[in-house]
């Protein structure tokens, strides 16, 4: 079967050069066996992972009073972790911009008092709210935002106002699409499998000062920054393939050109996307100019009839994994760093068609 354009929210697609260079190295990376045969203690994995955690820091220009970790449990063990480690007045304020903001949002609640000082609810999710003059608590140990709504296809036109307080921002469905000014959080985090690789690595990256033995009382070793930093991600066995997958993504970036290279790639796609929708007279988006997602573009028609007649058409077409989120509806293409601009104008000529057979 031919390789399709995949528009999958996450897991998602990967670029074809890396996916074809794993496959070469699958019986022999260069030391006679695959990656996932290999102890997490031996010099060749040793090498991976730091070359992973060098071409992360050359791509975003980390500053140095930061510590890049590799850890599991996905996006959700973030949700935990977060709070746990950094709530050490047990405040915390939330921005809820969508699904995985809400589920962060009740997931410190077990913790301590959590604060929801925003949220774009009243309209599905569609729009970031203004965060410039924002009731930020006193006492709050951080503020907490989802940078990039991966089910709502909602993007933070610029930070939040946090005044003074530490920010903590959940990227996983936008990390490394375009150039970030890392200095200005206290802590990133983003699970792999939309932009860097498959599902079961999750990155963090912390500002240093975070890290503390200081945590919520009965914090688990495994939930503790500081056991993965001190230990170099290497406390417990890692994700291993799935960390030598990122490393070749972040090669594979940087040999794009790097992040404003990504940025460039990214707006070209939308723009196409966008633009098209912004004429047609069947498929709405569902967004709020301002707030677009660069990554994920939701949008519907005014029927469901044709919503589940264009999602069959485009699968037979190899456009796959249109379907919208379950509890938005309608369509939603994910245009990941990794789709090519020829899998955009592909859909894009199918839609239009579409609506000309349709009209
Ligand atoms: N945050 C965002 C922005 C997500 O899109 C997702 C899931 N797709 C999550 C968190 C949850 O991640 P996980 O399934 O890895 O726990």
Redesign the pocket.
Known sequence: MARVYNFS??PAVLPEEVLKEAADEMLDCGCGMSVMEMSHRSKDFEKILAEAKQDLKDLMNIPDDYEILFLQ?????QFAMVPMNLMKNKVADYIVTGQ?AKKAYQEAQIFGTANKIASSEDKTFSYIPDCSDLPVSEDADYVYI?E????YGTKFPELPNTKGKVLVA?Q??MFLSEPCDVSKYGLIFA?A??NIGP?GV?VVIIRKDLITEDVVEGTPTMLKYKIHADKDSLYNTPPAYGIYICGKVFKWIKAMGGLEAMKERNEKKAKLLYDYLDQSKMFHGTVEKGSRSLMNVPFVTDSEELNAKFIKEATAEGLVSLKGHRTVGGMRASIYNAMPYEGVEKLVNFMKKFEEENA
């Open positions: 929210a996450g449990g996905g996006g959700n063990t995985w989802c990039n709504n991966t089910i959940d996983s469905s699970g499998q939309k599902a999750v």
